[in-house]
């Protein structure tokens, strides 16, 4: 038992340990649903301009819940995000403030952040359908409705119909064509699919290149990633992108977004991360290494993202379409998308 | 004669047991608070589903893991077959492979574009995935296979550590009467080793129901997979922790039914340990095609994986190899071994409590030790966040009571919340190592001790302890790998600028590019083959 008391002290006192080293100085702490090697070398750009130590926790999943918990001790200036219904609700959970910048005000255009100042979007990012360049090649009248059209009969790939980037492209489908007719759709679309859903949005081309199927959902900046990877160049090369809707009410567009907790207790630090995250150098990094569209009106996309051309995207609020996802959400259990 | 156990042991196994249970009580408080329609929504249209696709995983992965361990076991504990020395350890490298990498890998050589169906389509001219049929890797079977192939050493060690410990004049007497050896290992080594084949299948039937990784990288939609889309997707913690209690019930239940297969059988034998000179005797041809079936088991579950991570690294290794590797392997193997020593203290201390504290009741703080095993990593780091989180604000609120300032995130911030969160899903494990162990030592020796006047603990240290300590050693062994290999607990309850190998392996296996975390994924293989290599020589020492 005496050894056991000595090795539950040593575990504590390291642990306390560990837990002081950051409640240091300059620094700003960050939850983020965004892979860190993305946000890294921005992050390292801003320490390097202003001295402040920015601390990341990356995950999937689970962020919200953690923030929740913590209330209001939590160490969190700010939540990055990789969709709209995140941003959402982390304002319903009421875990976020409002920030009044006028710098973020004149980074972002109106459209792209919240009224209530309460979350800011930093890119956008396109939902786009795939086509195989052999079999089909460019839809340029393609819409969404289509794709539970019989033609495409065993010849759609996606990723689970539950992924967030999935379920905001039903959400404003429902929005645009309401529930009754989104199911329909949804039922066409799962007697369509080549195979269940699985994998993510770089699997579904690959499956393109190998002939599992002719058309796939996809967001724009993996067609990007995959071009600059030594093995997916022949999957990215072996399809055409196409933004569906440009005859109607256009393409649908999600984001990536930032707010500032509720609690945050470095929260000067926090606001000038907001700011820099939506100024011109992180801006470009966004549209260069990671091929999104930046917010910032000015900033340039990256050369390969501007050979896509120019295209209309879906002017419907972001959200109204965050608002729609628990019905999407379930027309998607009751047609058995993934199953 | 037993009951005198001195206060402080009644009350610290208690205390630790629902210190253990706390979180998943929080969880299942959790589960009765109302959630709407939400759940009646899910039970009319895709529960089950999830239940059916759940039960057919289980079911699946323990009879293969059975027909892998079992022959495996007997075949290395009885008989001499070549290149024995090698394979009695090399069956046990499966453990170190996370299931999720392995997933990955075959899904990189059985894909279309992998080198098998390559080779097929070269030799039959075939063009696109239209012209011919292939097994799908990314399927029930397919998770089935993997993870049955990686976990199946739980069963081996147990199975074998119990054929060890039989004793050898049983079968030599068996053959003495005439009987084959597939008719002695039927009649005498089977029903002997049935409490350790019990425990070891209802370890691998946890550990599959638990799994998230493995069943999502291959679309089967399992009650893991539910319960995270309920969390997540609907943002219902209460739907989620409703389907989280269900799975619960049916692990207490599948562990009641165990208990009561084995309630009247008590098995005990002489001569532990005893020289095993006489080994049964085999056909040569019986013997190659024993070692033949062996080693097929280690290289799909280890040799195979690991050379293809192993290539991949040196593919990427300029990209991989940074200085954060040290940092990162050492927060890892400071984890694991903090959760593995804490796991088999707590499992001497409650297993011990039930065999000496002769009353109703004295098996529940090790059964409550070990519930926290069924819980998904998911939900089991929510689990910890409430009863944490509250001491935090607790502890908070106190001292800005008194005027001080508070410590802020002690518990809920720190490496503490990723270790009890280890710990309330891990001590099972060792519980139920250790628990074998100490039902295989006759009340008899208990009794010699105490007429000798020793108090219980004396004879705990005197004789119980000596005589477990193969099963601790199991038990230290299989938690530290768990621990290093755990994931979805870690993804939440991790403190800042921490990672584990495993969180960081993830990040590129769940982006398919395994190839850039294939060095880090080999570190966690490396490190979890030590304590391989050490259980593996005190068993041969013994």
Redesign the interface.
């Given at each position: 038992m005496k050894k056991?008391f000595i090795?539950?002290s040593v575990?504590?006192s390291?642990?306390?340990a560990?837990?002081s080293s950051?409640?240091a100085k300059e620094e700003v702490?960050v939850y983020s649903y965004r892979?860190?090697?993305l946000i890294e070398p921005i992050m390292a750009k801003f320490t390097e301009e202003t001295g402040v130590k920015v601390?990341?926790?990356?995950?999937?999943?689970?962020?919200i819940?953690?923030l929740e918990?913590?209330?209001k001790?939590?160490?969190a200036d700010l939540v990055l995000t990789t969709d709209i219904s995140r941003s959402v609700?982390l304002v319903e959970k009421d875990l976020v403030q409002p920030v009044q910048s006028e710098a973020l005000e004149g980074n972002i255009p109106a459209q792209y952040r919240d009224p209530a100042d309460q979350w800011f979007a930093l890119t956008t990012r396109v939902r786009n359908v795939y086509s195989s360049k052999d079999r089909l090649g460019k839809q340029p009248e393609l819409n969404y409705e289509d794709l539970a059209d019989a033609k495409f009969k065993g010849k759609i790939c996606t990723r689970?119909g539950?992924h967030p980037y999935n379920?905001a492209l039903i959400s404003s489908m429902i929005v645009a064509n309401g529930e009754a007719e989104t199911k329909k759709w949804l039922e066409g679309v799962k007697a369509n699919l080549a195979?269940?859903?699985?994998?993510?949005d770089?699997?579904q081309v690959?499956?393109i290149k190998?002939?599992?199927c002719d058309v796939s959902l996809g967001n724009n900046y993996y067609l990007g990633k995959m071009l600059n990877d030594e093995k997916q160049v022949a999957w990215a090369n072996a399809v055409e992108i196409n933004f569906p809707n440009q005859a109607n009410r256009g393409t649908h567009v999600n984001i990536s977004g930032v707010s500032l907790t509720k609690f945050a207790p470095n929260k000067d630090n926090a606001v000038k991360l907001m700011e820099f995250l939506s100024d011109d150098t992180a801006q470009k990094i966004y549209a260069e290494v990671n091929f999104e569209y930046p917010v910032k009106p000015g900033v340039a996309v990256s050369e390969l993202v501007s050979s896509w051309g120019e295209f209309k995207s879906d002017t419907i609020p972001l959200a109204e379409i965050a608002k729609q996802r628990?019905v999407a959400?379930?027309l998607l259990?009751?047609v058995?998308f993934?199953? | 004669m037993y009951s005198r156990l001195s206060l402080s042991w009644i009350t610290s196994s208690w205390a630790i047991g629902l210190l253990l249970v706390f979180p998943v009580i929080a969880i299942i408080y959790q589960g009765l608070q109302p959630a709407g329609d939400l759940f009646q929504?899910?039970m009319d249209?895709?529960m089950w589903?999830y239940i059916h696709n759940t039960v057919l995983l289980i079911l699946g992965v323990g009879v293969l893991s059975f027909m892998m361990a079992i022959p495996a076991a007997w075949f290395m504990a009885m008989c001499d077959i070549p290149g024995r020395k090698y394979l009695q350890w090399a069956l046990m490298l499966p453990l170190a492979m996370p299931a999720y990498i392995v997933a990955g890998i075959y899904t990189e050589l059985l894909d279309?574009?992998g080198p098998v169906q390559s080779v097929l389509r070269d030799v039959f001219g075939w063009?696109?995935?239209?012209d011919y049929w292939f097994p799908?890797i990314?399927s029930l079977g397919g998770a089935i296979v993997i993870i049955a192939s990686v976990l199946f050493p739980y069963l081996y060690l147990l199975a074998r550590t119990s054929f060890l410990e039989q004793s050898v004049t049983l079968m030599q007497s068996a053959q003495l009467l005439g009987k084959t050896p597939l008719q002695a290992f039927c009649r005498i080594s089977l029903p002997l080793a049935r409490p350790a084949i019990a425990v070891g299948l209802s370890l691998i039937a946890m550990e599959t129901l638990a799994d998230f990784a493995t069943v999502n990288f291959?679309?089967v939609?399992t009650l893991t997979r539910a319960v995270?889309?309920t969390?997540?997707?609907?943002?219902s913690?209460h739907a989620a922790a409703k389907i989280s209690t269900l799975m619960l019930v049916v692990v207490v239940m599948l562990l009641a039914l165990e208990r009561f297969s084995r309630r009247k059988q008590k098995v005990f034998q002489k001569n532990m340990g005893q020289e095993r000179a006489h080994l049964l005797l085999m056909k040569p041809w019986q013997q190659w095609l024993a070692a033949l079936f062996c080693w097929s088991l280690v290289t799909l579950g280890f040799i195979f994986p690991f050379s293809m991570l192993v290539y991949f690294a040196t593919q990427y290794f300029t990209d991989s190899w940074t200085a954060e590797f040290i940092e990162f392997s050492l927060n890892t193997f400071f984890i694991a071994g903090?959760v593995a020593?804490?796991a088999c203290?707590i499992a001497i201390l409650v297993g011990l409590f039930r065999r000496l504290h002769m009353q109703r009741g004295s098996d529940i703080p090790a059964r409550l030790s070990s519930m926290g095993y069924a819980v998904p990593g998911?939900v089991l780091?929510?689990g910890i966040?409430?009863p944490f989180?509250w001491l935090?604000?607790s502890l908070?609120d106190l001292v800005e009571h008194f005027g001080g300032q508070?410590p802020?995130?002690?518990f809920?911030?720190?490496?503490?919340a990723l270790?009890a969160g280890y710990l309330v899903r891990f001590t099972a494990i060792a519980v139920g190592a250790v628990e074998s162990s100490i039902n295989k030592i006759p009340p008899s020796l208990d009794m010699v001790s105490r007429t000798l006047g020793h108090s219980p603990v004396k004879m705990v240290r005197k004789v119980h302890i000596p005589l477990i300590s193969k099963g601790c050693f199991t038990a230290v062994l299989l938690v530290f790998i768990e621990s290093m290999k755990e994931l979805p607990a870690a993804?939440?309850l991790?403190?800042?600028?921490f990672e584990t190998l495993a969180t960081y392996v993830y990040?590129f296996v769940?982006?398919?590019m395994i190839e850039h975390g294939a060095l880090a994924a080999i570190v966690i293989i490396l490190v979890g083959l030590v304590p391989l290599i050490i259980l593996s020589r005190s068993i041969e020492r013994h």
């Open positions: 056991s090795l539950a575990v504590l390291s642990v306390l560990s837990a950051w409640a702490n892979q860190s090697f601390n990341i926790v990356f995950a999937k999943d689970g962020l819940e953690r918990r913590e209330g001790l939590s160490p609700e689970s539950k379920v195979r269940k859903p699985q994998g993510n770089r699997d690959k499956a190998e002939g599992f628990p959400l379930k259990d009751e058995k993934d199953l | 929504h899910l249209t895709v589903d279309f574009a063009q696109t995935a239209r799908n990314r291959f679309a939609n995270f889309d969390w997540q997707g609907y943002g913690l903090v020593v804490l203290i998911t780091a929510i966040l409430i989180g935090d604000h908070n508070g802020g995130l002690l809920s911030g720190t490496m503490l270790i993804l939440i991790r403190p800042f600028n990040q769940s982006d398919e």
